[in-house]
């Protein structure tokens, strides 16, 4: 594939990238930085996400049985899936880029992950604001009557608080 896209995009030469104009240099960095913090950083947390919070989260409310349908019990599968892709796509990509910029475009690629590893890993520490992301999200899947018990135990908080952004962001700020 690397050897059509020479032949098609650069006359067959082999490109380098210092021999690019400052133009595609710029546009090139810029896709890099984008695909690094917005794709590889978000579904890198996504999947960590899934893993600490809605995977466990999921079978807790299969449990009290609170779906209406029980084939919506797999809904958070589908999250999970589209993840995987976009963590492997972002990951190819980057890689990719990170080999025609050389150095500069490792140097590029690796603070905007960290830095989007950085804001993305916020969602990590709030347990109940991913309840509440779950709620937005799923919510006509649920059964309300018992969603509202399973709150009432597992977390001593009514749905109309759950539902109060900023409650939850000073309750989970008190932890």
């Known amino acids: 594939m690397l050897y059509w896209h020479k032949r098609l995009?650069?006359?067959?030469?082999?490109?380098d990238f210092a021999s690019l104009s400052v133009g595609t240099r710029v546009l090139y960095i810029a896709m890099l930085v984008i695909v690094a913090y917005f794709g590889l950083a978000n579904a890198l947390i996504q999947l960590v996400n899934y893993g600490r919070f809605y995977r466990p989260f999921g079978q807790k409310m299969a449990q009290?049985?609170?779906?209406?349908d029980k084939n919506y019990a797999n809904l958070m599968r589908g999250r999970l899936l589209g993840n995987l892709v976009v963590f492997g796509l972002s990951g190819a990509l980057t890689v990719?880029?990170?080999?025609?910029?050389q150095g500069i475009g490792i140097a590029t690629a690796g603070l905007s992950f960290a830095a989007g590893v950085l804001l993305y890993s916020k969602n990590l520490r709030y347990e109940l604001w991913n309840?509440?992301?779950?709620?937005?999200k799923y919510g006509e899947y649920l059964d309300k009557e018992k969603f509202a018990r399973f709150l009432r135990r597992e977390y001593d908080i009514s749905l109309?608080?759950?539902?109060d952004r900023d409650?939850?962001?000073r309750r989970s700020a008190k932890k």
């Open 131 to 136: 309840v509440q992301q779950f709620v937005r």
């Open 160 to 163: 109309d608080k759950l539902n």
């Open 167 to 169: 409650f939850i962001l």
């Open 96 to 101: 990719l880029m990170c080999m025609r910029t």
């Open 64 to 68: 009290w049985d609170i779906y209406k």
């Open 9 to 15: 995009f650069h006359g067959g030469k082999k490109m």
